[in-house]
């Protein structure tokens, strides 16, 4: 039996065409062992240089992801973006891959339609069953797009308060001072209140000092001054350290002092300061009180 290119095409399709079992087994019976051997070859044939084109497209994909990736990874670290790489590598990563799969399906020569329905109502399914998931992943795309706050910052948040130490997809960890690791889900973080505290390069610490009743206010806020004078992380700009009487209390006189620091110095000014003013005052013979009660009898 001389093969012919048209013979070739009319076998495969004859053996690719979905049939009745018994006219499949019919058509085979009236078919010689040579036959069959010569459809089997010309069917190898075919599928073999699919399957070849098919292989060579998945090695040319992944090395092509691989660069982009790279690529993505550097330009975003030049522009100081480094939250964004994680999330936007796999992001490419899996918009790549599920292309690749697509042209790989389409050089075997397999239907795509019945693949894409597939891909779609599955897609539906598993949209409706992680609704809670894809709202997180959306308010991480959000966070990352206008950064209300980058890792490194300290933030509070949720009720929730601490240092940024990544910016996951659908999750933002936190660092508690005292070494706790907190996972905020970024849907609520996205749309809730969020208060950064190292957004600004500067910032303002409040304190209320208390004297007795009978006490030299001027004394006191001699002292004050020159405390706040004296520490060099105290700056004039934005504004000069202010004191003045905040109010007259039921058991003592409050000062209220407010200067402004370097973000990163907050924490160290305001405690040194307060220990300052406590050894301070008591050398000057001002008086700290506390809640007290006077009580009349009268006969």
């Keep these: 039996m ?7 095409t009319e076998s495969a399709n004859k053996l690719s065409e979905i049939a009745p079992p018994e006219i499949i087994f019919d058509q085979i019976k009236n078919l010689s062992l ?3 051997g010569q459809q089997l070859f010309t069917w190898a044939l075919s599928f073999g240089g699919r399957l070849l084109g098919a292989i060579v497209v998945f090695i040319i994909f992944r090395w092509v992801i691989k660069r982009i990736k790279r690529g993505l990874a550097r330009r975003m670290e030049k522009k100081q973006n480094s939250a964004l790489i994680p999330f936007t590598r796999n992001l490419v990563s899996i918009a790549l891959n599920i292309l690749m799969i697509f042209v790989i399906i389409w050089i075997l ?12 109502s599955a897609g539906i399914a598993i949209g409706m069953a992680l609704s809670g998931t894809l709202q997180n992943f959306a308010g991480g795309v959000m966070i990352l797009v206008f950064k209300p706050f980058q890792i490194g910052d300290y933030i509070e948040a949720q009720g929730k308060a601490g240092t940024v130490k990544a910016i996951l997809i659908t999750n933002t960890i936190l660092l508690t001072p005292d070494n706790q690791t907190i996972y905020l889900p970024n849907g609520s973080l996205s749309t809730g209140i969020i208060t950064n505290y190292s957004r600004q390069e500067f910032r303002r610490v409040d304190w209320n000092f208390s004297i ?4 030299d206010f001027d004394k006191a806020k001699t002292v004050i001054r020159d405390l706040t004078g004296n520490d060099s992380r105290i700056l004039n700009e934005p504004a000069a350290p202010f004191v003045g009487l905040h109010k007259m209390a039921d058991s003592s006189i409050v ?16 405690f040194q300061m307060n220990e300052l003013i406590y050894k301070t005052f008591e050398e000057k013979g001002l008086r700290i009180p506390f809640p007290q009660l006077d009580v009349h009898i009268k006969q």
């Design 255 to 270: 000062i209220v002092v407010r200067a402004w620091v370097r973000t990163p110095d907050y924490w160290d000014v305001f």
């Design 34 to 36: 040579a036959d069959i």
């Design 212 to 215: 007795s009743y009978g006490d």
């Design 109 to 120: 020569g397999i239907e795509t339609s019945s693949f894409v329905a597939l891909f779609a």
């Design 2 to 8: 001389l093969l012919t290119t048209q013979n070739i």
